[in-house]
């Protein structure tokens, strides 16, 4: 089981840092969906290191991991309103480019950024 945590509500232009254990950890992802909408891929994370982000939070957003903990952190700055959404982790692999999720997702937690 994947427990993400961290989440909570902020004011737009503040930050937050999402963590989540994952175990036999390598490569990892962020998800995130906003309200009323699709989940997207927030940000990956190889198993050499290698980190990759959605255009939006380029920049703003940054993976990391500490393999001696199997934990993954996603560091949320200047957040904006539109990053208000549930986010999950997940373990995962690449393929080539292409990054696939296993198949264990945790409950997520929720980000709320107010302008």
């Known amino acids: 089981l994947l427990m993400e945590s961290g989440g909570g509500m902020v004011q737009a232009g503040e930050s937050l840092t999402l963590s989540c254990e994952i175990s036999?950890?390598?490569?990892a992802g962020w998800y995130r969906q906003p309200p009323d909408n699709q989940r997207e891929l927030v940000a990956t994370i190889s198993r050499g290191g290698d980190t990759d982000y959605l255009d939006s939070v380029k920049g703003r957003f940054t993976i990391s991991k500490d393999l001696a903990k199997n934990t993954v952190y996603l560091q949320m700055n200047s957040l904006k309103p539109e990053d208000t959404a549930v986010y999950y982790c997940?373990?995962?692999?690449?393929?080539?480019?292409?990054?696939?999720?296993?198949?264990?997702w945790g409950q997520g937690a929720q980000v709320t950024v107010s302008s």
């Open positions: 997940t373990g995962g692999t690449f393929i080539g480019i292409k990054y696939y999720p296993q198949s264990r």
């Open positions: 036999g950890l390598n490569a």
